[in-house]
Nanobody, 130 residues
Framework: QVQLVESGGGLVQAGQSLKLSCAASVVNFNVYGMGWFRQAPGKEREFVAGIIWNGGRTYYADTVKGRFTISRDNAKKTMYLQMNSLKPEDTAVYFC???????????????????????WGQGTQVTVSS
């Protein structure tokens, strides 16, 4: 059973920054893609950012492109999301998950769909006040 533990959320004002972390108990973490998703109150869970196994390719939702940066440290089995210039509309619970295609150099279209993932961690709350 893979365990995903998100942390780093909090309450900030618009324009400020936060850095989220995702610790994953995936065996051979370094061969799998990883991604961040979020769910705002009353809305469906959505893709935020993704990264392939070696960090060589990243993906971002249009709403966060240029403000958020995804990265990973395979030695620590940890993924990060640096969030800058936060906006009230970024308020959500943020979740991480892993893409079970080993050594994949790109994400399949289904990987961007939260419904493709069977289990989730508890998430970390990010609240941005105006």
């Amino acid at each position: 059973q893979v365990q995903l533990v998100e942390s780093g959320g909090g309450l900030v004002q618009a324009g400020q920054s936060l850095k989220l972390s995702c610790a994953a108990s995936v065996v051979n973490f370094n061969v799998y893609g990883m991604g961040w998703f979020r769910q705002a109150p009353g809305k469906e869970r959505e893709f935020v950012a993704g990264i392939i196994w070696n960090g060589g390719r990243t993906y971002y939702a249009d709403t966060v492109k240029g403000r958020f940066t995804i990265s990973r440290d395979n030695a620590k089995k940890t993924m990060y999301l640096q969030m800058n210039s936060l906006k009230p509309e970024d308020t959500a619970v943020y979740f991480c998950n892993w893409n079970p295609s080993a050594f994949s150099s790109s994400w399949s279209p289904g990987s961007f769909d939260p419904a493709s993932y069977d289990s989730w961690g508890q998430g970390t709350q990010v609240t941005v006040s105006s």
